[in-house]
Structure formats: C-alpha cells, structure tokens
C-alpha cells in the first residue's frame, strides 16, 4: 500500500486522487444502473432476506466499480455490499467501501430516489467519499478537512435551531423486524416536536440531505457500513455531526446511527433516547 499511498498529490489536498477515482467508479456504476431501469420487467429479484432484494444491475454496478478502482489503485483492498458482504472494513493502507445501488427497492418500483455511495479509508480513516444520485446526477463529494460539495458547490448542514421546524429523515428497521416497536415509539416522540419526517429508502441519500440543510436531522436503527461510509463525511465535512446511539463519535462499523447540524443533533439525540 505504501506505493499507493505516495502516488497521492499534496497540491488542492492529500486524498483528491482517491476522490476522483471514487467519482469515476460512482459514476461507472450509475450507468450500469440507468441501463438496467430500461429492463426493470425482467430483472430477477433475488432475497437476501424480509424486503431485502438484490439484482445482476447491484452485482454488475459493483463489478463496474471493482474495475475503475482496481486500474486507478491496484492494491487497495475494495468491500462491497454484494461481492464481500462479510468483509471488515478495518485494515491499514487504502480502502474503498462501497454501496453499488443505494435504495435497490425504490429502483425496482420505478421510484426514483436511488444512489451509489462510495468512501474511501486510509489506515482506516475516512479522507473521500462520493455519493451520487442516479436519477438526477447530482454529485455529493468529500475529502477529509476538504468539506463538502454537491456538483463542485460548497455545501452545509442547515442552520435552523428550533425543533419545531425541523425536517428529519429517517430509515425503517426492516432488516431487523424485531425493532419494530422499539423505532415506534421515536417515530412518535419525533413526529410530535417537529415539522415532519421523511423516508426515502436510500440512506446515503438521507445523509447527504443532512449534509445540504435539506434535512436537519436523520436517525436509523439498523445500518451496514457501505449505507453509510461516504455519509458520514459528507455530514461531517459539511459542519454537522455524527453519531452511534451513545452519542460518540460514529465509525463505519454496523448499527445505529444518528447525524444532524450541531444544534438539532443532541436534540434529535435527547428525544430518541426520552422514549427507552
């Protein structure tokens, strides 16, 4: 990895070498994508498990971005939803983590709210990370202590403060039934203090409306590392802040997570935890 790690430029940031090959590879799988909505009729859905479904376009899109990284860095380790599912995204030197579609449920409903979500990790440090909306082509970036941008343009959480205007963004447990009830009840304490609260069905796309001030907060139960990799230094990059349900500072290991701008994080923190 050390050959790798030497090859990255110094000049406009140490990591934009990794960044533009995470970018290529969101970008090579998105066409892969877009092909595949041509032919959503037969495509064979595939259970992984209760409404967890998987596709050739997931497989084919992570096999694309397979290709771009390993010609870009040939010895970075890459773990993927699809291809190394149990693989731990924890090891020295360069490696990608990468979700090849984002919200596969909405793709095969036509729905248009899907993504790939790419980050990259240095002696397991998060420094890029891509998430790029298949639909619109907008294009989420970071790079560690570069901030964050959407289509080049400097983002930023939003700076609301009161609750009672917030718009959250949520997921639903639906890979782990058993939280059910446990997530309806901060649906309940959630809904009752703010302005409202959305699910899309693409967590990487949640995080990166966090990181725009288009939601103030977001919080799910039940996350992989690929959901939410690229997310969380989108949000951190963009000024807001990222959490486990302790409130500590979130890895990219699986489970909860909560993220929001500095003042209705605690907040969204402080309301989840009141109905425990």
Request: hydrophobic letters at 45%; charged letters at 20%; proline letters at 5%.
């Amino acid at each position: 990895m050390q050959g790798n790690r030497a090859t990255l430029p110094n000049d406009n940031g140490p990591y934009v070498a990794v960044l533009d090959a995470a970018v290529e590879a969101a970008q090579a799988a998105a066409e892969v994508i877009r092909n595949g909505s041509a032919r959503l009729s037969a495509l064979n859905w595939e259970s992984k498990g209760a409404a967890d479904f998987v596709t050739d376009v997931d497989r084919e899109a992570e096999g694309a971005i397979a290709e771009v990284v390993g010609a870009r860095f040939p010895d970075a380790r890459l773990i993927g939803e699809e291809l190394s599912p149990d693989a731990t995204p924890s090891a020295p030197g360069l490696m990608f983590v990468a979700d090849p579609l984002d919200g596969t449920t909405n793709f095969l409903h036509g729905y248009p709210q899907y993504s790939v979500s790419i980050a990259a990790l240095d002696n397991s440090n998060l420094v890029a990370a891509v998430i790029l909306n298949v639909t619109t082509q907008k294009c989420f970036t970071a790079t560690l202590g570069g901030g964050a941008k959407a289509n080049g343009e400097t983002i930023s959480v939003s700076s609301l403060t009161d609750p009672s205007r917030a718009l959250i963004g949520t997921g639903f447990p639906f890979k782990q039934q058993k939280l059910l009830d446990r997530y309806a009840r901060h649906f309940v304490a959630v809904s009752r203090e703010t302005a409202g609260i959305r699910r899309a069905g693409s967590a990487a796309l949640d995080l990166a409306d966090v990181a725009c001030g288009r939601f103030d907060g977001f919080w799910e139960l039940d996350l992989a590392p690929w959901d939410i990799a690229a997310g969380i230094l989108l949000v951190r990059e963009a000024g807001g802040i990222v959490t486990n349900w302790n409130g500590q500072t979130r890895d990219i290991s699986a489970g909860p997570v909560v993220a929001g701008n500095p003042d209705i994080h605690p907040w969204l923190l402080r309301t989840l935890h009141s109905t425990e």
